[in-house]
């Protein structure tokens, strides 16, 4: 579900689970691992990729409405943990966000170090409210250290899907490039890291991020609840539904 | 003093004290009743509007100076339990800023969730230390919670007004309509949070807002030393040369 | 080292330590002592300026590369010293950034009220990790402060120098003006202050920068931290190669 390969010292994490990169459990324990793992292999860089067009439609809804309550209390923490091993990655991770990133496909790049977007009709966004999901608040909180709090707001209360321009502008994404860019210009990125001085960019880059790795400082107690959220009518009849449309949509 | 419309879910307050929709203590108790007293009644959000061309002038400073030491205190006490009831409002607030928006015309939005202002030769920003007053600190952490540190000092500091566009492009407001479309398309904006599942969108609002709610743990402290610097002499003497300066104007 | 100019109630601080504005340990101190005893001279506001495309170049690592241990340790807490008092001053400090302001250069315009750099072929930006140090994380902050969290971490780890209009763009500095209004045009923005009530300026100035004077609560701690990081091997050996090259390039 991962293609992995390597550009020197920077390796590429391409997701790979037809049609639309959808996170799944295991997806997203695997996803965890090779983060964790890339460090101890020597790797100096990560570039988190996705198909062109697909970047991740973030959760495997209709996949997720199968699962009974404890497999779905491990889907959250195991996305929690995948949050936690990207904003804590001792080495730099750029997010290729190759095309459509809704939902957990936004939240990924979101506790990356780069985010670079292909141009295109493309929509990116944290959805999650439009689907009866409220915001978990450790990925409010994230959004707020990414856009500042007057767009977290925004984007998060009223859960709009935007352009990649449109992303752009307000600093949901640092850069858009051509399609076929998005993934040398991320290795790009990550190679003028590796070219300065290693100890002084680790610590700097260590003091900059110290603000989003503490916010796992509180999770614990709001995993419970994100888990508990799930079970609600509302997010449960929301997401049956939208299953549904889509079901008839491809009938 | 407020004129009510209802428009479907959503409730217009629209401020109705002529010339200028000055803030007496009676308006500011009457606007704070209206805002507690919405979701009681069913409302699911509200516009705060004024006249066309006329947001609101801010606290009515000709009339507080006839005030004496008590009244004065109450009209502090009073004003800040307009901001707080604003930040905790349970239900989504867009302010329709139809004109002329200084001092406590530029505060009053920073406390809701959403800033529409009219097109036109209008003035916004938060002039306080213009005219004598120290901005309230719970406004200085509101305007850069807004806006960001940078642009909060220099707003802060230096109490400069501005035009729609300017305060567009620095945050300070988040959408400009043509005058005649204010008050419509806060209405719609209200409709479309309305439109999203609705405990999602409450329990992401509340999250993303719980900074803005925050601010008011700390308040009880500072609202003495605020009134009292009404009473300092710079406040006093440059505030009384403003209104014999207006006095003058109109004679 | 530094010339002082009154211009009324503003005293222009003008860096003079050819050929580029680096600071030593003596100019530090100085510069210290200018800024803590101008109030008590009744200056009222300060502007801090260079030399007419060398604004500063930062730290004189040649001359620093020859202190002992002690020295370099009186070098880094005199250099806390005047962030500090640029941070606490009781009155306003433009910085009047009149050319090529890389590392030190950028960052003690960071602590200042305004920055107004000169339109031109200079650069400007946090590169101390391009040179091997860490970015001591009172100055990590302070860009936060100045830029939000995305664009401080982005300078910071990868220390790019930009152009004036880059960094206008961003928020490094505050204006762009052509180079012979660089230090008439900060001097026009101070008494722009002083033109306002004084004492509601100076509350209001003092509660915006709180946040900003906070830094200092912890920074102890972290000094003897940036001390002893001085003399690492990487640190050591990028600055003297570093100096071996510009050396060569003169010769």
């Not at 984007?155 to 990649?164: C, H, K, R, T």
């Not at 991020?209 to 888990?227: H, Q």
């Not at 299953?243 to 491809?250: F, I, N, Y």
Request: with cysteine; charged share 25%.
């Amino acid at each position: 579900m991962i293609v992995t390969t390597e550009h020197g010292a920077v390796r590429e994490l391409r997701l790979d689970r037809p049609p639309v990169n959808a996170l799944s459990t295991e997806l997203i324990i695997a996803l965890t691992r090779a983060v964790d793992s890339a460090p101890r292999d020597g790797v100096r860089a990560l570039v988190l990729s996705g198909a062109p067009g697909r970047f991740s439609a973030g959760l495997d809804v209709p996949l997720l409405l199968t699962l009974d309550r404890p497999a779905m209390a491990d889907l959250w923490r195991a996305l929690y943990d995948l949050l936690r091993a990207l904003a804590c990655s001792t080495i730099p991770i750029a997010a290729a966000i190759t095309g459509h990133a809704p939902a957990g496909g936004t939240v990924l790049p979101l506790f990356c170090d780069r985010r670079i977007m292909a141009r295109g009709d493309w929509k990116i966004g944290v959805n999650e409210v439009q689907v009866g999901i409220p915001l978990p608040p450790v990925i409010v909180l994230a959004l707020k250290r990414q856009v500042g709090a007057r767009h977290a707001e925004t984007l998060g209360v009223g859960g709009a899907l935007m352009s990649p321009l449109e992303a752009e502008k307000i600093g949901l994404v640092d850069e858009i490039m051509d399609p076929e860019s998005v993934v040398p210009r991320a290795i790009e990125w990550c190679n003028g890291l590796l070219a300065v001085p290693p100890h002084a960019m680790s610590v700097t880059r260590e003091k900059s991020r110290a603000d989003l790795v503490a916010l796992f400082d509180r999770v614990e107690s709001e995993i419970d609840e994100t888990i508990q959220s799930w079970w609600s009518e509302e997010t449960q009849g929301t997401l049956r539904s939208l299953v549904e449309r889509l079901a008839k949509k491809k009938a």
